[in-house]
């Protein structure tokens, strides 16, 4: 299974190139195994997300794909098993991430409309607290390429210089 290039080439998978060919030929064979009529991907991974809907879309699959909510720690921080992997430094700099991005939102929400604009001061606040940060985009829905205004609905992608990656 190849997904459309569009889908995969940028944000996650500029870092992790063959990774989401891997997820959708996975995907694939799991539900060609089970058959489901329904099933859940976390908006936390929204680039796969993106990919799972285009492989149902692509092969007719009778699948609703539904994308859930992320279920949150006490401190913010996503429930994700590739939490586990962080270090106690790294725990912290997690939850400085997600307040910026709360703070984003909350910006969007009031009418802010300058997506580089925010994209660039969440970049400089994380990289002043945390000193780490590869990349920051906001991007469309379904497209994967920066919202124009007057977008109401966008997602915000970072790519922490910790992460894992794999």
Known sequence: MQPA??????????????????????????FNLVQPRV??????????????????????????I???DTLREAD???????????GASERIQATLLQRELAAIRASVEAGE???????????????????VLIMSNCVMPGICSP?????????CWVRPGWARPG
């Open 5 to 30: 290039a569009s889908l995969i080439q940028d944000l996650d998978g500029a870092f992790r190139p063959g990774h989401f060919n891997g997820v959708a030929t996975v995907v694939l064979k799991l």
């Open 39 to 64: 099933a859940v991907f976390g908006k936390k991974d929204f680039q796969q997300l993106l990919v799972i809907r285009e492989l149902v879309r692509q092969f007719n699959l009778p699948i609703g």
């Open 66 to 68: 539904i994308a859930g």
């Open 76 to 86: 913010g921080l996503a429930m994700s098993s590739r939490n586990g992997y962080l």
């Open 113 to 131: 409309r300058d997506f580089a604009g925010l994209s660039a001061t969440a970049c400089r606040h994380l990289k002043m607290a945390a000193g």
């Open 147 to 155: 919202p124009r205004p007057p977008a109401s609905n966008w997602w």
